[in-house]
Nanobody, 120 residues
């Protein structure tokens, strides 16, 4: 079983930055791909970014160039650095662990989510 705990959400002004962190409790963290999804009010949950165990990444078009996903396998942590935040980035952000099938990332375990609000 994999438990995921997010932290780092909060209120930030447009143009600001936040760094989300996710701590994983599993002895086999290294083999999982990791990702971040988000869900805004009234919208479907969407993939923000994912990272393979080897470190290759992919991003939603809406966050490319602004967000960076990274992982520290020794610490069993995954991070999402969010820069140049926009009001439309407001959502609950969920950390997840999963697998890749070809180029498609599929989450299998979810954290409880952390709220990010971008507002002046």
């Amino acid at each position: 079983q994999v438990q995921l705990v997010e932290s780092g959400g909060g209120l930030v002004q447009p143009g600001g930055s936040l760094r989300l962190s996710c701590a994983a409790s599993t002895t086999i963290f290294n083999i999982y791909a990791m990702g971040w999804y988000r869900q805004a009010p009234g919208k479907q949950r969407e993939l923000v970014a994912a990272i393979r165990s080897g470190g290759s990444t992919n991003y939603a078009d809406s966050v490319k160039g602004r967000f960076t996903i990274s992982r520290d396998n020794a610490k069993k942590m995954v991070y999402l650095q969010m820069n140049s935040l926009k009001p439309e980035d407001t959502a609950v952000y969920y950390c997840n662990a999963g697998v890749y099938s070809g180029s498609y990332y599929s989450p299998t375990h979810w954290g409880q989510g952390t709220q990010v609000t971008v507002s002046s």
